[in-house]
């Protein structure tokens, strides 16, 4: 008989136990999700609005308490099932927000963001650190916030050349990726953060075109997703795990749009949400993993738009 540990999140076996509180990547199982959000972003002008979607039924609320501060051009990641942030924007670009979960109280951190900025990305490595990476004034930097404390470095080595409108996604446990990012020649560029030491390498294979302002998302320990962006273009890129060797989805996002979040439910599905086609949309298309089949949901964000975040609730 298996031996388990009673955690905050349920059962879990000895030996996940142990990795998890080494950072190990090699997590044996994927907790079930519980909820996805879609913060902040633009109307027309900034709002502090945070749409909460309900796993597995995709119904969605709005939070009673939203940002702190209206703002837009902003990242989100999440530290698994115990709080997400949603960090940098316009204005008010060192702002970081921490929503503990599952209550979704919302606290500000005493430590923001080094620098005022936005068009940035995010990503995490969950129970470990969460990092905000790149935008303006097209810097290199990257800010890891170590759980649980959310104390603030920078590391010393920081993206592969200075780039604003780029997007994050990360297989927990193993690398994070930044991607994209409208500084020519550099946005087809993708790179790679390998966990815990934070050591950066790039892809030799980057994205099918070069881009910004996409949405990126993924299904741990499986791929990584970097979906729509400038153009604007439905293309949505798949990255394997651990391989990072790229395909290009047959089927893409229901319309060309950039500026359109992702947030994930692992191993089950990924959202890409709002966005602007030429005009703000509140579409939220749903892929499901691993066929990625997509369908859009019956109900999308409580209003049109575009440049916001996306963070998951999701025990790993």
């Given at each position: 008989?298996?031996?388990?540990?009673?955690?905050?999140?349920?059962?879990?076996?000895?030996?996940?136990?142990?990795?998890?509180?080494?950072?190990?990547?090699?997590?044996?199982?994927?907790?079930?999700?519980?909820?996805?959000?879609?913060?902040?972003?633009?109307?027309?002008?900034?709002?502090?609005?945070?749409?909460?979607?309900?796993?597995?039924?995709?119904?969605?609320?709005?939070?009673?308490?939203?940002?702190?501060?209206?703002?837009?051009?902003?990242?989100?990641?999440?530290?698994?099932?115990?709080?997400?942030?949603?960090?940098?924007?316009?204005?008010?670009?060192?702002?970081?927000?921490?929503?503990?979960?599952?209550?979704?109280?919302?606290?500000?951190?005493?430590?923001?963001?080094?620098?005022?900025?936005?068009?940035?990305?995010?990503?995490?490595?969950?129970?470990?650190?969460?990092?905000?990476?790149?935008?303006?004034?097209?810097?290199?930097?990257?800010?890891?916030?170590?759980f649980p404390a959310d104390s603030r470095t920078v590391l010393a080595v920081g993206l592969s050349a200075s780039k604003n409108w780029v997007a994050g996604m990360a297989n927990s446990g193993t690398a994070g990726y930044i991607g994209g990012g409208n500084s020519s020649p550099t946005d087809q560029d993708v790179d790679k953060f390998a966990f815990p030491s934070d050591s950066r390498t790039t892809l030799?294979?980057?994205?099918?075109?070069?881009?910004?302002?996409?949405?990126?998302?993924?299904?741990?320990?499986?791929?990584?997703?970097?979906?729509?962006?400038?153009?604007?273009?439905?293309?949505?890129?798949?990255?394997?795990?651990?391989?990072?060797?790229?395909?290009?989805?047959?089927?893409?996002?229901?319309?060309?749009?950039?500026?359109?979040?992702?947030?994930?439910?692992?191993?089950?599905?990924?959202?890409?949400?709002?966005?602007?086609?030429?005009?703000?949309?509140?579409?939220?298309?749903?892929?499901?993993?691993?066929?990625?089949?997509?369908?859009?949901?019956?109900?999308?964000?409580?209003?049109?738009?575009?440049?916001?975040?996306?963070?998951?609730?999701?025990?790993?």
């Amino acid at each position: 008989m298996a031996v388990t540990k009673l955690s905050t999140s349920g059962l879990i076996s000895f030996a996940r136990y142990n990795s998890m509180l080494a950072g190990n990547a090699a997590f044996s199982t994927i907790g079930v999700g519980v909820a996805g959000y879609f913060a902040g972003g633009t109307t027309g002008s900034a709002v502090a609005t945070v749409d909460k979607f309900a796993f597995p039924s995709d119904s969605r609320t709005t939070l009673g308490t939203g940002l702190s501060v209206a703002r837009q051009n902003l990242a989100g990641m999440a530290n698994g099932d115990v709080a997400g942030y949603i960090g940098g924007g316009s204005p008010s670009g060192t702002i970081v927000d921490k929503f503990a979960f599952p209550s979704d109280s919302r606290t500000t951190l005493g430590t923001g963001l080094s620098s005022d900025r936005w068009g940035l990305a995010a990503m995490a490595n969950s129970g470990v650190a969460g990092y905000f990476g790149g935008g303006f004034n097209s810097v290199t930097t990257v800010e890891k916030f170590a759980f649980p404390a959310d104390s603030r470095t920078v590391l010393a080595v920081g993206l592969s050349a200075s780039k604003n409108w780029v997007a994050g996604m990360a297989n927990s446990g193993t690398a994070g990726y930044i991607g994209g990012g409208n500084s020519s020649p550099t946005d087809q560029d993708v790179d790679k953060f390998a966990f815990p030491s934070d050591s950066r390498t790039t892809l030799g294979t980057g994205l099918s075109a070069g881009r910004g302002l996409m949405g990126g998302m993924a299904n741990a320990q499986v791929a990584g997703y970097f979906g729509g962006g400038s153009g604007p273009v439905a293309t949505v890129d798949k990255f394997t795990f651990p391989s990072d060797t790229r395909t290009t989805l047959g089927t893409g996002l229901s319309s060309a749009r950039f500026s359109s979040p992702g947030m994930s439910n692992s191993t089950i599905a990924g959202y890409f949400g709002g966005g602007n086609t030429g005009s703000l949309v509140s579409t939220v298309d749903k892929f499901a993993f691993p066929s990625d089949s997509r369908t859009t949901l019956g109900t999308g964000l409580s209003s049109a738009r575009n440049d916001g975040s996306a963070m998951q609730n999701q025990p790993l």
